[in-house]
């Protein structure tokens, strides 16, 4: 769940980023027309975008990774549980049917 949380937490992240991004872009486009300020450089602009969406990929990725790992455990866990328990019971049938099943004294 911590990895959710930090996907969340980075996402949000992301967003106000971005948010940030567009309220510059806008403040600055109106600063030019008043002749106060000049343009930031697009190539910039996007460059960070997609960087800090390469981020939240990454950050997903590794939550569906950890997500899978854990679910091949858990299969493999009970494939190993009903093969022993299987494997005993069929011992024990084996055992009463050939009439060993009970210790005398």
Do not use: C, I
């Amino acid at each position: 769940m911590e990895r959710m949380s930090t996907l969340t937490d980075q996402f949000s992240e992301f967003t106000t980023r971005t948010q940030d991004a567009v309220r510059s872009w806008a403040d600055t486009v109106q600063s030019v027309t008043t002749g106060q300020a000049k343009l930031p450089d697009a190539h910039v602009v996007v460059d960070r975008y997609f960087d800090f969406a390469q981020q939240v990929l990454d950050g997903q990725r590794a939550v569906v990774s950890t997500v899978l790992d854990a679910g091949t455990k858990a299969a493999e866990t009970v494939t190993d549980t009903v093969t022993s328990k299987a494997a005993g019971a069929t011992k024990a049938a084996t055992r009463k049917t050939s009439g060993t099943g009970t210790t005398e004294s």
